[in-house]
């Protein structure tokens, strides 16, 4: 407490200095509250303007997909690469290390799985993703599928709770067997994930068109990096995506089933923040690969 005698009075008032106020680097953002900000500013790099996100929330419809069945052995050696993780709760809990510092997309959607029809979700309990501390909420929003109109409520309440304690939130645009992944139906879901109120939303890239997606969607896009490809082709990718308006990537399979995943992920993350070329991020991908091979080999 302040001692009330002794005190000198105040002097430096900056009169004549107009208070500065600055816009908020995130499009469409510049109105949230400031936990909200906060909270995607540990995001989203204010450098660049951009995120690379880690993806291993698979496992809740997939069960022990390729690459995660031992999240402690292939995981935890990315996360010190990653801006943001995106994953379930369970797999927060049981392998993502509290020191890591790392803010959290908590998957806040769960339901049916690859064995039966996808899509048909709940979401989790507000107070059980502020016990986990989670920078952002990530809801499946299936648009053109069966569920549609129960996905959809699920990220407008989703979005209500979260704006009660300054929380974000993902929209997650789903892909099923009965949807596509072409510019029109991308923009058509991507726009209706903003409009009910989704901070940030993630979708695919499409080739034509992207830029398309990109522009009408309020606020900022992720693009999924989807099924595995060749590392080069996922870089590439990459940088159309961003160069083409995404703000950033949220990547799981390309990076933890590529051959060299470490090496993979620092890839990536010299498409997103540092603007590397394909090329030139490929090669910062085999130099870090045979780095590696050479160290282990000693």
């Not at 790392?102 to 029809?117: D, M, N």
């Not at 648009?143 to 407008?156: H, P, Y």
């Not at 993979?264 to 590397?276: F, K, S, T």
Request: with cysteine.
């Amino acid at each position: 407490m302040a001692d009330t005698t002794g005190n000198l009075d105040a002097g430096d008032y900056g009169i004549g200095i107009p208070q500065k106020s600055e816009s908020f680097f995130l499009k469409g953002s510049n109105h949230l509250d400031w936990g909200m900000q906060d909270r995607l500013a540990r995001i989203f790099s204010p450098r660049s303007g951009r995120s690379v996100m880690l993806a291993f929330d698979h496992g809740y419809i997939m069960g022990p997909t390729s690459g995660l069945e031992r999240m402690d052995l292939s995981i935890v050696p990315l996360i010190a690469h990653a801006d943001c993780l995106m994953c379930t709760r369970g797999a927060l809990r049981q392998v993502v290390p509290p020191t890591s510092g790392k803010p959290i997309s908590l998957r806040a959607s769960a339901g049916s799985t690859v064995l039966t029809e996808l899509n048909d979700e709940v979401i989790l309990d507000i107070e059980e993703c502020i016990r986990l501390n989670a920078s952002m909420l990530a809801v499946m929003a299936a648009i053109g599928s069966r569920f549609e109109a129960v996905t959809i409520r699920n990220l407008t309440s989703i979005v209500d709770q979260g704006a009660r304690y300054g929380i974000p939130v993902l929209g997650v645009t789903a892909v099923g067997k009965e949807l596509t992944r072409d510019a029109r139906y991308l923009s058509l879901a991507s726009r209706v994930c903003a409009e009910n109120g989704a901070h940030v939303v993630k979708t695919y890239y499409c080739t034509p068109g992207f830029e398309k997606v990109a522009a009408s969607c309020p606020v900022p896009i992720v693009i999924a990096g989807g099924k595995k490809l060749p590392e080069r082709e996922a870089l590439q990718m990459a940088y159309e995506a961003v160069d083409q308006g995404a703000a950033g990537v949220d990547m799981g399979r390309n990076v933890f089933q590529a051959a060299h995943p470490v090496a993979m992920i620092q890839a990536v993350r010299g498409v997103v923040h540092d603007g590397l070329k394909p090329e030139q991020a490929f090669e910062l991908y085999q130099g870090l690969r045979d780095s590696t091979e050479k160290m282990s080999c000693v």
